[in-house]
Every structure is written in structure tokens, then in C-alpha cells.
């Protein structure tokens, strides 16, 4: 440690450009400065500093000294702070945003089970689809379907989706099954509507690892999922949204799969975090615990057509 120690003097007197300086952000003598310059000296057997009187300068070993030094320090407070992290129980509040039907299918049920295993924590949760700056609304934590954003953020995918298209038991028995995604034409369906765009979505289709789009005519167009779906259970049509959204009623048997020959991947949802958080206790059981909830909802997946 005693030569770590000389790193890091020898890292301040380079930053602050002399030893004096050095020795006054340090709070040590400038003896000490220059004896901890010349013991790393003496141990690497090379000379790190031109000093004059009045100058002082980095020599090439001292170049090449200073630059793996500061990473090797980087990497020691990187350590130290993940193991105290580890040591701690996770406490305080923890602010996160996710979209509503995530909240709601997914998260809001099983919080109960979380805030019980961490009594010390508390847990803000606001429901919205906006990107957001997760600096400047103060959020630890984001929940996200479809592209993420090129940025800093830690980004971990939880769950990979899925274009399902389905209806009811009793809309099958009346309407009978579609065979293939041009069928669609002849049957009732509810397609979602872009709500900035106002435009309907075309529904999303694979064939031979190809994709391709379709869009069947439609009584119903409506720009809330969770709406449509109810609609879908209620008999109305045929609709098709992303698996993350249909496991409910799927798992219920409340809708029944349609032409899954066809499916296509769709956007995948990923739980994103800011880089500095990612060592923050509260931060990493959260993580785990939206992963465990992904991983047991794709566990189940939809029955068999």
C-alpha cells in the first residue's frame, strides 16, 4: 500500500503541476511530497520528473507512469466501492419510471414482495412512455420497450417480445381461425392507432425470417393497448400487440394465439440506469428483481395454437 500511496502523490503532483501545490491539496508537508516521489523513483529505477527551481516536467517514464497510475486508482475505488456496497443493506428512496402497462401487469403486483425484503427502502414510481433525462428528473431507474437511446446509460435487456396476434374463445367459435396474415381482411380487427401520428399500425408478420407488414381493414382503431386488448376479450376482433402486454390474458386463457407460424420479434424491453448508479445497493437488488420478473413471465409462455 505504501507504494500506492506514492501513485497517488506522484498522480497530484502532476495534476496540480508542482510540489508545493500538491502538498497543499494533499494536507502533507512538501518534504513528504518529494519523499514519496523519490521512493517510486528509487523502486521503479527510473526517473519520473525533470525539476529545475523553477520547472518541472514529466520525463517519458513518468508519461507512461502517470497514465497506468491513474487507471490502477480508477479500478482501486472502483473495488473498494463495490465491496462497500456489498456490505450494505439496501436503504433510502429509489425513484423509477416505466411505462403504465409494465407498471401495471408487472411491477405493481409483485412490489409488496419487494418492499417486504428491503423494509429500509422506499419506492416512487411514475407510469409515463416519454423519454425522459434521467439526470434532471432525478430517476434511478427506467423501464423501457423498443430502441433505446445512444447514451451513457447501463442498459440490460429483460424481456424479448414478441408480435402476437389473438382473439377470444367466443370470437373463434363464431369467426373461426385465420390461416394466413392476408385472411385478416375477412375478419373483424382492432388496430392500434400512433397517438402523435394519429396513423394505424401495421401489423408486423415473419415468413422464412423475412418480415413483412399488413394492414387489415378495421371498424376499431384506438391508441390505448391495454383498451384494446379489453376489447379483444370482450369479443370484438382480432388484434395483434406485443407479447409483453398479452401474457396476462394469454396465460388466462382469456385470448387464444392466431397464425403464430407468422410471429415476428418485436421491441424488447431493458431496464436502463445511469453508469454512476450501477454500484449503488438500492440500484442492483431493483435490477434483479424486474429480471426475475421478466424471466418468470417468459417462462410462461403463450399455448399452442
Known amino acids: 500500500m505504501d507504494r500506492l500511496d506514492a501513485l497517488k502523490v506522484f498522480c497530484a503532483v502532476v495534476d496540480a503541476g508542482g510540489f508545493s501545490r500538491a502538498a497543499a491539496r494533499l494536507g502533507i508537508s512538501t518534504s513528504s511530497v518529494t519523499h514519496q516521489i523519490g521512493v517510486l523513483e528509487a523502486h521503479f529505477g527510473v526517473k519520473l520528473l525533470n525539476r529545475t527551481t523553477r520547472s518541472m516536467s514529466l520525463t517519458d517514464e513518468g508519461r507512461r507512469c502517470v497514465e497506468q497510475a491513474r487507471r490502477l486508482l480508477e479500478e482501486m475505488d472502483e473495488l473498494e466501492g463495490s465491496l462497500s456496497d456489498a456490505r450494505q443493506a439496501p436503504r433510502g428512496s429509489l425513484r423509477v419510471d416505466m411505462p403504465g402497462i409494465l407498471a401495471r401487469q408487472f411491477v405493481a403486483p409483485a412490489l409488496p414482495r419487494f418492499l417486504a425484503a428491503y423494509p429500509e427502502l422506499s419506492v416512487r414510481l411514475t407510469a409515463s412512455d416519454r423519454l425522459i433525462d434521467m439526470v434532471d ?169
Open 137 to 305: 428528473e432525478g430517476v434511478d431507474v427506467m423501464l423501457r420497450i423498443g430502441e433505446l437511446p445512444d447514451s451513457a446509460l447501463v442498459a440490460r435487456g429483460v424481456f424479448k417480445n414478441r408480435y402476437i396476434c389473438c382473439a377470444s374463445p367466443a370470437f373463434i367459435e363464431r369467426h373461426g381461425r385465420p390461416q394466413h396474415p392476408d385472411d385478416l381482411n375477412d375478419f373483424p380487427c382492432l388496430n392500434f392507432l400512433y397517438p402523435k401520428a394519429r396513423q394505424v399500425r401495421p401489423w408486423i408478420f415473419q415468413q422464412d425470417g423475412r418480415p413483412f407488414t399488413s394492414t387489415p381493414r378495421g371498424a376499431v382503431a384506438m391508441d390505448h393497448v391495454e383498451s384494446l386488448i379489453e376489447m379483444a376479450v370482450a369479443g370484438a376482433g382480432v388484434v395483434q400487440h406485443l407479447s409483453v402486454s398479452l401474457i396476462e390474458p394469454l396465460r388466462s386463457g382469456a385470448l387464444l394465439p392466431l397464425l403464430q407460424p407468422w410471429q415476428a420479434p418485436g421491441p424488447d424491453v431493458s431496464v436502463l440506469y445511469p453508469q454512476r448508479h450501477q454500484r449503488a445497493a438500492r440500484v442492483k437488488v431493483f435490477v434483479d428483481f424486474v429480471e426475475a420478473l421478466f424471466k418468470d413471465a417468459a417462462a410462461c409462455g403463450p399455448p399452442a395454437d
